[in-house]
């Protein structure tokens, strides 16, 4: 059953505003508690189960409820924060908090400089490791689920693929439609477990788009079709040899001659520090900024220069006032 805009959740504390998308099992909708603070709620989809078995929901329903709890130990600056699972009717469902701010697929229609694309992909990267500590996978890491929060340079990973493990031949495949270019090969059978690796190369191919502005030939098309992959320094020479190296070796087909860990991975960008703290590069909007502020500064010291210099003459001609001499002589 899909919701409209208007349902009440658990007597009132959730109400509906609207669906943000539809996944492989789940609904996302946007709603508002009851201090009118918007939050996001993810919900099996009723329609897809309509093509299990009753034992098959079952599984699905326990593997989603579990996740959602896994989920909700994800705590960390660069995931989302999952609040409370709970059931509404015959409906599981996860609160999360809502993000105001761009994702970074309206920011990959041009190249980002390397140094601050590496910001945001360290900062998922550490958001990944705590997932995959958790024993969970994200299964859809792209651009449109990095989102900037606020507006900074503080990206914040979104959307998981609850259930990601669920292998029913009559459902949807896992890899996602609109994820062509982001999903390794793994992720579009059944018949392989998904692991880090898996998310890793979707991490590496996010790095690409966002350094390219372009999104990489297909997974299935590279394996099937035996299309060669563009080299990301073939399109965008400004890459450095190293992070061209480590986005290769990040999409590998075979996901055992990828890195295994995703600190592995982003060690080989060339760095180990707490991205976290790093403070990234100014972007051009703020460097103008800075110089117009120094340049207007500039100007007023040279008025306050050129007013010294009209005073001066003034200053120059002006009689100097001597004190009358007392005199000493008599009358």
């Known amino acids: 059953m899909v919701w ?39 919900t099996l989809d009723g329609t897809s189960l309509t093509f299990l078995s009753q034992p098959e929901q079952e599984r699905l329903e326990t593997m989603f409820w579990q996740e959602a709890i896994k989920l909700t130990r994800c705590q960390h600056p660069h995931i989302v924060r999952f609040t409370e699972p709970f059931k ?31 910001v945001y992909i360290r900062q998922i990267g550490e958001a990944l490791t705590v997932v995959h500590e958790n024993k969970l996978i994200h299964g859809d890491v792209r651009p449109e689920n990095i989102i900037l929060r606020g507006g900074k340079s503080e990206a914040v990973l979104i959307d998981f693929d609850l259930a990601i493990d669920f292998d029913n031949p009559l459902t949807t495949r896992r890899a996602k439609e609109n994820a062509n270019g982001f999903s390794p090969p793994e992720l579009y059978t059944t018949s392989i477990k998904p692991t880090p690796a898996s998310d890793i190369y979707s991490l590496a191919a996010t790095l690409y788009v966002l350094l390219t502005g372009i999104i990489p030939v297909d997974a299935i ?111």
């Open 4 to 42: 409209v805009t208007g349902k009440k959740l658990q007597g009132g504390k959730y109400t509906i505003e609207r669906q943000l998308r539809r996944g492989r099992f789940g609904i996302t909708y946007l709603v508002k508690n009851q201090n009118s603070d918007r939050l996001v709620i993810k």
């Open 88 to 118: 509404e009717a015959e409906s599981l469902c996860l609160v999360m908090e809502y993000i105001d701010g761009v994702n970074l697929d309206e920011r990959s229609q041009l190249q980002i400089p390397e140094e601050l694309a590496l």
């Open 221 to 331: 098309i590279r394996k099937l079709d035996n299309i060669h992959l563009p080299e990301p320094k073939e399109i965008n020479p400004q890459i450095s040899d190293r992070v061209n190296k480590a986005i290769l070796a990040g999409m590998k087909l075979n996901s055992q001659e990828r890195p295994q860990s995703v600190k592995q991975w982003i060690d080989s960008l060339g760095t180990t520090t707490n991205t976290t703290k790093q403070k990234p590069s100014w972007n051009w909007d703020k460097k103008m900024q800075f110089w117009g502020v120094v340049i207007a500064a500039i100007a007023a010291f040279a008025t306050l220069l050129q007013s010294m210099g009209a005073l001066m003459p003034i200053l120059t001609n002006s009689p100097t006032q001597k004190p009358n001499p007392i005199s000493t002589n008599k009358p």
